[in-house]
């Protein structure tokens, strides 16, 4: 039996990452945890939100991602693989990186970039996911995200999210295909 994967799909919001992460999760036939949806089920609590606002910095990233990985350790202890989809910055790879290490698996980052800024924007403002209780962040919102953000350094793949669906699938499929 191989060794179960952790995959981290990163990338800024908007840029594709979790169509990429959804690709991948059934190109393996594993399970897919996003941090939205995670954080999500959070929403319909207030006192929840506010204790999450009033942490320094925020609590809705650490958090999200505490619960994510949680789950990805129940996952990899039963030998399952599977994919996380999310904002993952230096911080949160390195700790699924470790969860990684301490639970035997193997760990694949990609990222996914889309370097058009127009094709960007016209994807935050025409989305609607349709994730219960969430919200869909504006351009503005992103824009300050793009100031903050700095690319992981080492990643097993970078997709250009504005090529063809298919070239990233073939992409996705060589790398998830290698082991």
């Known amino acids: 039996m191989t060794k179960p994967r952790l ?18 999760a059934r190109q393996l036939g594993v399970a897919i945890l996003a941090h939205d949806w995670a954080m999500s089920g959070l929403s319909p609590h207030p006192e ?7 942490m320094e910095p925020s609590g ?4 999200g991602w505490s619960i994510l990985r949680a789950l990805a350790r129940s996952e990899l202890r039963r030998g399952r693989s599977l994919v996380l989809d ?8 390195e700790l699924c990186r470790q969860l990684a290490t ?8 990609i990222l996914v ?4 800024r127009e094709v960007h924007r016209s994807r ?8 219960p209780g969430w919200h869909e962040l504006t351009w503005n919102d992103v824009e300050r995200s793009r100031e903050r953000w700095s ?14 669906p298919a070239s990233t699938r073939k992409l996705l499929i060589a790398l998830l295909t290698s082991e």
Do not use: N, Y
């Not at 301490?102 to 980052?109: L, P, Q, R």
């Open 113 to 116: 970039e889309c370097p058009d």
């Open 151 to 164: 690319s992981p350094e080492h990643v097993d793949l970078r997709v250009d999210s504005t090529r063809s």
């Open 7 to 24: 995959i981290l799909v990163t990338g800024l919001p908007g840029t594709g990452k979790s169509t990429v992460a959804e690709d991948a």
């Open 124 to 131: 935050i403002e025409g989305r609607d996911r349709a994730i």
């Open 102 to 109: 301490d639970e035997g698996s193997t760990f694949v980052v």
């Open 60 to 63: 809705h990233g650490a958090v």
């Open 48 to 54: 929840m939100q506010r204790a999450l606002d009033a």
């Open 86 to 93: 999310g904002v993952a910055r230096a911080a949160e790879i």
